[in-house]
């Protein structure tokens, strides 16, 4: 590449991880389900923001962002050759 991107080097742990280790991280998280589930549901007995936060992200979908711009144009005259 003209940029040099290809010559940058890199990191060893960029990049998603394999099909095969996400298999692994939830074959060893699978037996703290109930754990979490529980934990979870204690938070959101409590009314814990977080607890809440996450069951709805979860259950809806979390809320898009929107973000108001407010844009103003501004004119300036620039002048070229001689001024009176």
Request: aromatic fraction near 10%; avoid cysteine; glycine fraction near 10%.
């Amino acid at each position: 590449m003209a940029d040099g991107r290809a010559n940058n080097g890199g990191h060893k742990n960029a990049g998603r991880k394999s099909k095969a280790e996400e298999q692994k991280l939830i074959e060893r998280l699978s037996p703290l389900d109930d754990i979490a589930f529980e934990a979870l549901e204690k938070g959101l007995k409590q009314n814990q923001n977080w607890a809440v936060k996450l069951y709805f992200e979860y259950k809806f979908g979390k809320a898009k962002e929107f973000k108001e711009v407010e844009v103003t144009k501004v004119k300036r005259k620039i002048g070229y050759g001689p001024t009176d």
